[in-house]
């Protein structure tokens, strides 16, 4: 139906035939962020697989206790379950970068400091070529100059959490468009849980009458094969008058109707039906709501159990090949399931 087409059309097709409009994330996904500044080039990349709980992992040469945990709680603020891989890179584009660099907070302090102190003195701070020494004066002092790592230190926490909130929106971003082609395969298979289930209920109205047909068939062949083993000879066969055969008859008739009655009460799967097509309701509802990977693999769970109770109840082998249809469908969404979030 969908074959040639391609994610957007799948979706908008689901749409007009009035399908549930889903909002699933898958926990597979991968972002990743670069930022340049002042010579150091900050990448960020973000890898997410499925995991039961949320488990965040953040590597990085220098990456510090710190940052790590700034690192941790930005993206569980975002992230609720999946493992999450993050690698921090820093590149200094040349070496002299690394060997020194201006403090030009420090540097700006204390200009202003320079310029209120003029004022304070009552001197006159008008003119540009006197800003100008005072800032070559400023640059002379060493303490406005930070070692390599000093620099590294002051500013790379700040650029690697910029670098991260870009790598986690395309993260998400390739999260939700990994949803949406789970969930349009899911809802499918669902749909196809839905005619097997119109089936089962087509065939479980005519389990009664062929167990009667088995019955009969079952009890001629022994009333033959006792007549052939002996049991009764021809003569006396023939001498049995038609009120005999009669009466027989009805007898017959009477004890197949209640073995066929105790059968059908026996493989009744009318209960299981029920329950199957109301837990297939719930998951097809639920795929329109957030979060919903944990909810989605328990009632996977049960409308397997019901499959397993309706193919052990039925003994049919039309429904028992219905139910291994089941079977297969429920283990591919069960699989697509558990990578949701």
Excluded: W
């Excluded at 139906?1 to 399908?19: D, N």
């Excluded at 003195?121 to 640059?139: G, K």
């Excluded at 109301?278 to 499959?307: P, T, Y």
Aim: glycine share 8%.
């Amino acid at each position: 139906m969908f074959e040639g087409r391609s994610q957007p059309q799948r979706l908008l097709i689901l749409a007009k035939k009035g399908e549930h409009s889903m909002a699933l994330q898958s926990m597979t996904g991968h972002g990743e962020g670069r930022r340049t500044l002042d010579g150091v080039v900050c990448i960020v990349e973000v890898r997410g697989v499925n995991n039961r709980f949320l488990d965040i992992v953040v590597r990085g040469e220098g990456v510090h206790g710190g940052l790590e945990q700034a690192v941790k709680k930005a993206v569980g603020s975002c992230i609720q379950r999946g493992r999450v891989d993050v690698s921090v890179r820093l590149i200094f584009e040349t070496a002299d970068d690394r060997r020194v660099k201006i403090d030009c907070n420090r540097v700006e302090g204390l200009f202003r400091e320079y310029q209120r102190t003029f004022e304070h003195c009552a001197v006159p701070f008008d003119s540009s070529e006197t800003a100008r020494l005072m800032l070559l004066q400023i640059l002379g002092r060493h303490d406005v100059f930070l070692a390599g790592e000093e620099v590294e230190e002051r500013f790379k926490d700040d650029l690697v959490l910029e670098t991260l909130d870009e790598a986690l929106r395309k993260f998400i971003q390739s999260r939700a468009v990994e949803g949406e082609r789970l969930g349009c395969d899911i809802l499918e298979r669902s749909k196809n849980l839905r005619d097997y289930l119109s089936h089962l209920k087509e065939i479980s109205s005519t389990v009664a009458e062929r167990a009667r047909e088995r019955l009969r068939q079952r009890i001629s062949r022994a009333v033959e094969g006792h007549l052939m083993q002996g049991g009764i000879s021809e003569q006396e066969a023939g001498d049995l008058d038609g009120e005999a055969i009669l009466t027989s008859s009805h007898f017959l008739e009477e004890r197949i109707v209640h073995e066929v009655a105790i059968i059908a009460e026996r493989l009744d799967i009318t209960e299981e039906l029920v329950r199957f097509g109301s837990h297939l309701d719930e998951f097809q509802s639920s795929l329109s709501e957030d979060r919903v990977g944990r909810r989605l693999d328990f009632i996977v769970q049960e409308l397997g159990r019901e499959a397993n109770t309706i193919g052990s109840k039925a003994q049919d082998a039309g429904v028992q090949r219905i139910v291994i249809e089941i079977k297969g469908e429920l283990e591919r969404i069960r699989e697509q399931v558990q990578n949701l979030v």
